[in-house]
């Protein structure tokens, strides 16, 4: 083991040190002085399935590290539970915690000088809160997945969190008998780990594989599989690696391997939050990377996995045809993947998938080949327009319609939103707003996956167009327009928007457009007022103040 590791600084020197008394209450020996530090970063709590299954992992991998002769050093991190706190004030508390995740992280590793962390993390925001974290301290480094859920079963089809809020839509609609929506709601989550579709906690996670900063394989294991557990042991041993070697997460998060990162997010039909979180991430890892990127590899880089929540399939599905391995492994072969990226083994991304085959398996339909992709370019695309000057993101795969023009039923939260939709007000070709829900406005750019699923429960999915300066979550699915800034609490165009203008959503042109002349915009825009804070005190207040704009991340920092 070198001897110019961090924690040497702070233990070695003259033996009545008391900072070393202290390690000595720990059960430090004479000899675990001249060891390396390494931090795990613990995300286990009861708050959701997504980590309630964590602790297995954290164990194995303190064990792991002991063996290979260094001393794990065990520190917690708070997490939010999307699907829990959807649809309610909680809500508004999600993206704030990646935040203070990342500042947990930063200020852990660098106030105890650790040698090197080990991050284990189960829902949304655990991941990018965690890398960003890991960016900013750039100590080597591993990202640990919880590991999905597997799916709930009701009446042969596969479930997932999601089903059940799209039940409630069509229990509302008289689509869905009683019998079914409880069938639903207690079968849907069947294990501990997170959401078990391409939702944005496995869109992050897989993405991770891609960008080298976690093993390749790890992240469509099941959270309750014994390999889960395995592949814990086997990132801290790579992580002591790391060490001995240097590898920094600075050394790994290149433009080239974000680029990676994003092609897979691209092939597998990814989250729309993972826009937010890479501008979030590159911004700690000082890589320069914009909007623009997102959309260049989007022209390019084909979906080919058939995930849910557009497509048929779940995570688990993923890993039984090789996973994101097989995924990577058929974007380099056409030439979409940056081959000579480092990832934290110290071999390159090329020579982590040498041993992987060509071709997926056959007989199979999850995983399509570049020559015959599910769609011939990704799904997430960038929109500009008068109502998105500095731009927003719209996923537009699984759709009849890549376009509308509507009137727009304008709303300034969303609970009011909601109620519109399951009473039947909304009519298809209508043109939902929902603003005053940015980083700013909301605070925290909460997600709006209680009306989405409203409107898929109610068979208005690909009918209906909806837009907002909020975010989705990363199930949700239909004509959606998010992350549009200027937000409204700003001043942005979508501010407004009045009940019956006409708005145009066109994927295809990159276009979001409000369909009044501009003199009308600006009479409107001189008599528009700031509304005061929703909050001034507290996480959320700080958050509202601090927040970039979404198209720069909505980081604080």
Request: net charge negative; proline share 5%; aromatic share 4%.
């Amino acid at each position: 083991m070198p001897h110019n590791h961090r924690s040497k600084m702070i233990t070695q020197g003259v033996e009545r040190s008391p900072n070393r008394a202290m390690f000595r209450a720990l059960g430090y020996q004479t000899e675990d002085f001249d060891k390396p530090m390494i931090g795990i970063a613990n995300g286990h709590s009861t708050i959701t399935p997504c980590n309630a299954g964590l602790q297995p992992l954290v164990n194995a991998a303190v064990a792991a590290i002991k063996v290979a002769g260094a001393n794990p050093q065990t520190f917690g991190f708070p997490t939010i539970s999307d699907g829990m706190s959807m649809g309610t004030e909680g809500m508004k508390y999600s993206l704030v915690s990646r935040e203070v995740i990342a500042d947990c992280v930063e200020a852990t590793v660098q106030g105890q000088w650790m040698d090197g962390v080990l991050v284990i993390g189960g829902c949304d925001k655990n991941q990018p809160g965690g890398m960003i974290g890991i960016a900013r301290a750039n100590v080597p480094a591993i990202y640990v997945y919880g590991g999905t859920i597997k799916p709930g079963k009701w009446n042969g089809q596969d479930l997932s969190i999601i089903s059940a809020f799209e039940a409630v839509g069509a229990l509302k609609a008289g689509r869905m008998s009683n019998e079914d929506f409880e069938g639903i709601e207690r079968n849907a989550c069947p294990t501990t780990g997170a959401c078990g579709g391409m939702y944005t906690a496995n869109t992050m996670s897989s993405s991770f594989e891609a960008l080298g900063i976690s093993l390749l394989g790890s992240s469509t294991m099941a959270n309750v599989d014994r390999e889960k557990i395995d592949s814990a042991s086997e990132s801290a041993r790579v992580l002591i690696g790391a060490v001995k070697r240097g590898i920094r997460p600075r050394d790994i998060i290149t433009r080239e391997s974000v680029e990676n990162a994003i092609a897979l997010v691209m092939a597998t039909g990814g989250s729309t939050n993972a826009v937010l979180h890479y501008l979030a991430i590159c911004q700690a890892a000082e890589v320069e990377w914009t909007l623009e990127d997102f959309e260049r590899v989007r022209r390019k880089v084909p979906v080919i996995c058939d995930l849910k929540p557009s497509g048929r399939y779940m995570a688990v599905d993923l890993h039984r045809q090789g996973g994101v391995p097989q995924v990577l492994k058929l974007l380099l072969n056409a030439g979409l993947l940056n081959a000579d990226c480092i990832t934290i083994t110290g071999k390159t991304i090329g020579e982590e998938l040498a041993n992987v085959p060509d071709s997926p398996p056959g007989g199979q339909e999850v995983v399509h080949t570049v020559g015959t992709p599910i769609y011939k370019e990704g799904h997430l695309a960038i929109l500009r327009g008068n109502l998105a000057e500095d731009g927003a993101v719209a996923k537009i795969t699984g759709l009849t319609s890549t376009s509308i023009t509507g009137p727009a039923r304008v709303f300034n939260d969303e609970e009011s939103a909601l109620q519109a939709i399951l009473s039947g007000s909304i009519q298809p070709g209508d043109v939902l707003v929902l603003r005053y829900l940015g980083p700013k406005g909301g605070p925290g750019m909460p997600e709006m996956l209680a009306p989405t699923s409203a409107i898929v429960g109610q068979g208005l999915g690909d009918k209906v167009g909806l837009i907002t300066d909020g975010r989705f979550s990363g199930g949700s699915w239909g004509l959606l327009v998010g992350h549009v800034t200027p937000e409204a609490f700003e001043g942005g165009t979508i501010a407004l928007v009045e009940e019956g203008d006409l708005i145009t959503i066109d994927a295809e042109a990159r276009l979001l457009q409000l369909e009044i002349d501009a003199e009308e915009i600006e009479r409107r825009r001189r008599n528009w007022r700031q509304p005061p804070p929703r909050y001034t005190r507290g996480v959320l207040a700080k958050f509202a103040a601090l927040a970039s704009p979404a198209s720069k991340g909505a980081i604080t920092g």
